[in-house]
């Protein structure tokens, strides 16, 4: 585990991102041990969870969004074709794709190593995961159940 | 751009020189560009670093391209390989272009009304070097190798 100042900006940024969510009005599940908070989004179509958390011990601020699908056996190989080429698209944040389960995860992190980070850093964290998230997790989907091949994907990105 | 993002641009890219010139780095730079090109003799293949200031985004990246394209037949399985490495990783990915063969790795942190210190790039420069040397020769490997999809899993654990 990392040292009592390390863990004092932990905690610092962990109530400083609840304090943004509390300005939201949102509702969400807080885990201070953990120092974790999870909320749920609605996107245009499907449903967004998130969970912010706090790398103490690498000291990065961490927004977690896994997609509430897999990508089946015989679709492996399109879901790691059209996450690398999201990943390609995007300026920050990436999509983490499991090849062995089909399971894919949308990752955006920040250092606060030897910073002080404003409210409107982890204000734009939330809103580039959302927004990222809802641009690509309808199109996975669509990849996903084979409405979509991944050459459409591809060359759409 | 406006002029507030231009100045936390210009504060921010000073910062990372001052930091860079502190650790003794060689370096060429772009003032105007706000962009700084370095390299490091890694294990294996060489390492290029290109730090950036993005003005509009309010982000510092750094980009690591791999110096070696993906044959045209490999491209599909090759993103296997990608998010494979990718997945689980702490901070930044590898971003792979799947139409050109091309694979850069990306780590980037946001200065939006932050003040980011110089343990942060310090922390960007290292981790970058630490994971592009880790995998380039593994992903170089895999490239030119005719594994099918459940090998490059085993190989890249």
């Known amino acids: 585990m990392s040292n009592q100042a390390d863990f004092k900006s932990a905690e610092r940024i962990y109530n400083q991102l609840c304090a943004v969510l509390d300005s939201y009005d949102w509702k969400y599940v807080s885990n201070e041990q953990e120092k974790t908070v999870s909320f749920v989004m609605t996107g245009e179509d499907v449903p967004m969870n998130f969970t912010a958390c706090v790398d103490a011990e690498r000291q990065l601020i961490r927004l977690l969004s896994p997609l509430p699908f897999k990508f089946a056996e015989n679709k492996r190989l399109e879901g790691a074709v059209v996450t690398s080429a999201a990943n390609f698209a995007i300026a920050d944040g990436c999509f983490q794709y499991d090849v062995t389960d089909g399971e894919t995860i949308f990752v955006i992190t920040t250092s606060y190593r030897g910073s002080l980070i404003s409210d409107e850093t982890i204000r734009y964290l939330i809103a580039c995961s959302v927004a990222v998230v809802d641009e690509f997790n309808d199109k996975f989907l669509m990849v996903a159940k084979g409405v979509m091949s991944m050459e459409e994907f591809v060359e759409k990105y | ?157």
Do not use: W
């Open chain 2, 1 to 157: 751009m406006d002029d507030y993002q231009l100045k936390q641009a210009q504060a921010t890219y000073k910062t990372l020189r001052e930091t860079l010139d502190a650790m003794n780095l060689k370096y060429d730079h772009d003032d105007n560009a706000m962009e700084i090109i370095s390299g490091a003799v890694g294990d294996d293949l060489p390492v290029a670093i290109r730090f950036c200031v993005d003005a509009e985004r309010m982000l510092i990246i750094l980009h690591s391209m791999l110096p070696f394209d993906v044959p045209q037949q490999r491209r599909h399985l090759m993103a296997v390989a990608v998010s494979r490495v990718n997945y689980g990783m702490a901070d930044g990915s590898f971003d792979y272009d799947v139409s050109s063969g091309g694979i850069v790795f990306r780590v980037t942190s946001c200065y939006r009304d932050s003040l980011l210190g110089s343990e942060t790039f310090e922390y960007m420069l290292t981790y970058a070097f630490f994971v592009v040397d880790k995998y380039n020769d593994l992903l170089e490997k895999i490239a030119s190798s005719d594994m099918t999809l459940e090998e490059i899993i085993n190989a890249v654990g």
